[in-house]
């Protein structure tokens, strides 16, 4: 056994024992029956098999939340929600190493990154437990004769339906969760069946910091099952999805049958512009990480990098350049800074479009194929890619890829470049690199998505609303208005004379 392999068999949560759903507070095995395996993409190895959940264990679970919205949970004052999601945080953060090491076995991730998650994991939960005493309606001056008063009141939505994507689950869970236990709202949270364990764990931390049964209930499974029971189920006020365009899709028509509320966080083919006055021994690493982070199974990674034409050349060289010094390997080596793709499904994704890129013409200038290197053969591969000369029609400008592949596209003026990077069905991240600030304010307002980072990418607080334009999706994550996504707003009158 080598380092990293011994460092999985001893992961606490790695136990042997089939891992099995929370519902109303207890752990329980799917009504079927049925398990399924999640590995490392690392090493092929197999973690733990998990209780396969289907349309029964919805309805289970979502019960189990009905009764708890209407039970015990609607009865906690603000202070006590508040300080439920303080003790979550405090437990979060004494296990945080064993959680981040969780999230790099299941799906992948250097454990770089996900150690470097923690201020925003614990940042997440102490700002959700600020807005669960920052819950404001409003008293509303009217017009009607004689003495009448109208006030709002804000309201939990009640019973969530949470769907998440594999690419960064504890974050994606402290996302879906916080923000529930903030408002008074009851959780159905679905994990990826790529990498479902952090989910079941923190819903472990969640029984231990005292939430009560029913409030928050982890049922993992398979999309098309579990995910589209949860999506239709009559009784869930609203979901909470984070995911592709396509299954986002499904989600609202799902969503029809009860008219459910939905937020809808979505993929994207996000542009970084460099324009020639940048600080560009900044944005070399700056445009690089924006897509090689995470193998770029990120939603908002800047994978159209437009560069202005004087620079092209050289720009994109050193971006390949810098590619190609990063070091490529198992997540759990510390050393290591790009990891394995998720899936052999998503490995499959990724090479199409490398082949594609180069049938389309385009030039790779760094990586292009998969890594099959000694024990890299076992794993999911693929080494930060440029291509050069690519065109704004080519599929490796238009799609999103979800893998570590920068399309570099050349531009020669600032209206050219805003038409060029709106040309696209997506909007949720975007970049500029300049040191003109009339340059960085037009494009700030210019750029058709829910974010622009100017001279950094990626940049994310608690505090800051996230969520696309256009085809990226809607409603917001962190900030206030996420919040607000998870309360209704009821007015109230009241005749005084
Ligand atoms: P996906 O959107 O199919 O899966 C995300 C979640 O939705 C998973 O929990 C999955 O089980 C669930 N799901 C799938 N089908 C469903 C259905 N019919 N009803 C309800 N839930 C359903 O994404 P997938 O297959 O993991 O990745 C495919 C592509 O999607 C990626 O290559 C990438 O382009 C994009 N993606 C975007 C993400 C983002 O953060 N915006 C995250 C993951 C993937
Ligand atoms: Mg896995």
Not at 173 to 185: D, N
Not at 251 to 257: F, N
């Amino acid at each position: 056994m080598n380092e990293i392999t011994r460092t999985a068999a001893r992961h606490p949560f790695l136990d042997g024992k089939p891992k099995r759903m929370l519902i109303d507070g207890k752990w329980l095995e799917a009504a079927s029956g049925k398990t399924f395996e999640t590995t490392n993409p690392a090493t092929g190895e197999v973690l733990a098999r998990v209780a396969e959940g289907d349309a029964e264990d919805i309805d289970r679970a979502v019960a189990a939340a009905r009764r708890a919205f209407t039970g015990p949970w609607s009865k906690f004052k603000p202070f006590e929600r508040q300080a439920l999601l303080l003790k979550l945080a405090a437990l979060v953060e004494a296990h945080f190493d064993e959680l981040a090491m969780l999230d790099t076995l299941d799906m992948g991730a250097p454990i770089s990154r996900t150690r470097g998650n923690r201020l925003r994991a614990l940042g997440m939960l102490r700002y959700y437990a600020g807005q669960a005493v920052s819950i404001l309606g409003e008293t509303i001056e009217n017009s009607l004769p004689g003495e009448i008063m109208s006030f709002t009141l804000k309201e939990p939505v009640g019973v969530v339906g949470a769907i998440i994507p594999w690419n960064g689950p504890l974050t994606a869970t402290i996302w879906k969760i916080g923000p529930a236990l903030a408002t008074g709202c009851t959780v159905v949270l679905k994990p990826a069946e790529e990498a479902p364990l952090t989910s079941l764990r923190l819903a472990e931390l969640c029984q231990e910091a005292g939430v009560p049964p029913g409030v928050v209930n982890v049922v993992p499974g398979f999309g098309e099952t579990a995910g589209a029971a949860l999506a239709a189920h009559r009784d869930v006020d609203k979901v909470a999805f984070t995911g592709s365009h396509l299954t986002g899709q499904k989600i609202i028509q799902a969503s029809a049958g009860n008219l459910k509320r939905v937020s809808l966080e979505l993929g994207g083919k996000s542009p970084d512009v460099v324009f020639a006055d940048a600080d560009l021994d900044a944005a070399v690493p700056g445009a690089g990480m924006a897509v090689f982070a995470n193998s770029g199974q990120i939603c908002s990674a800047g994978t159209r990098l437009f560069v202005e034409r004087k620079i092209y050349e050289e720009f994109s060289a050193r971006v390949a350049a810098y590619g190609k010094s990063l070091r490529v390997g198992d997540g759990a080596d510390p050393e290591t800074q790009v990891g394995p793709l998720v899936s052999a499904e998503q490995l499959d994704r990724v090479t199409g479009y490398l082949a594609i890129g180069r049938q389309e013409g385009a030039r790779p200038l760094s990586g292009g194929e998969r890594l099959t290197e000694g024990a890299m053969a076992k794993g999911f591969f693929v080494p930060p890619t440029v291509f050069a000369d690519v065109r704004d029609e080519m599929r490796i400008a238009q799609e999103e890829i979800f893998g570590p592949v920068i399309s570099a596209i050349p531009f020669d003026d600032i209206e050219e470049v805003i038409t060029r990077a709106n040309a696209t069905s997506f909007g949720l991240g975007s970049g500029l690199w300049t040191r003109d600030v009339s340059k960085a304010h037009k494009l700030a307002r210019a750029i058709r998505a829910g974010s622009v980072w100017i001279n950094c990418y990626q940049a994310m607080d608690p505090a800051v609303p996230f969520g696309g334009y256009k085809m990226s999706g809607y409603g917001r994550e962190s900030g206030k208005q996420h919040v607000e996504e998870y309360l209704n707003v009821k007015s109230v009158w009241i005749r005084a004379d």
